[in-house]
């Protein structure tokens, strides 16, 4: 019995909050002040990142993985990069896909 009145109370208050907005804004500002005060600027300096410079020069090649790669090259002086493992030889001389 004595939980169902707790429940009640319970209601009646979370109804009280609902019907005014200043109670509202008390209970947001309280919970601000709370996640301030437990991740405050001192937790926020010992968490952040340090950006340190060790001598590393990395250009845009390093960062492209290594492959085996064919280039052909077209009568009209176009080039074609494909990848090794999807290339394949047509021995047909340049006339184009033959259909079987």
Known sequence: MAEYREVISQIGDLRD??????RINRIIHDELIELRREHGQAAANARRSQIVQDGVILLTEDLIAP???VVT???AATSRASRWADYRSQRRGGRGKQLR
């Open 17 to 22: 909050v609902l019907a005014r907005p200043e």
């Open 67 to 69: 492959q085996d790669m």
């Open 73 to 75: 090259l077209s009568h």
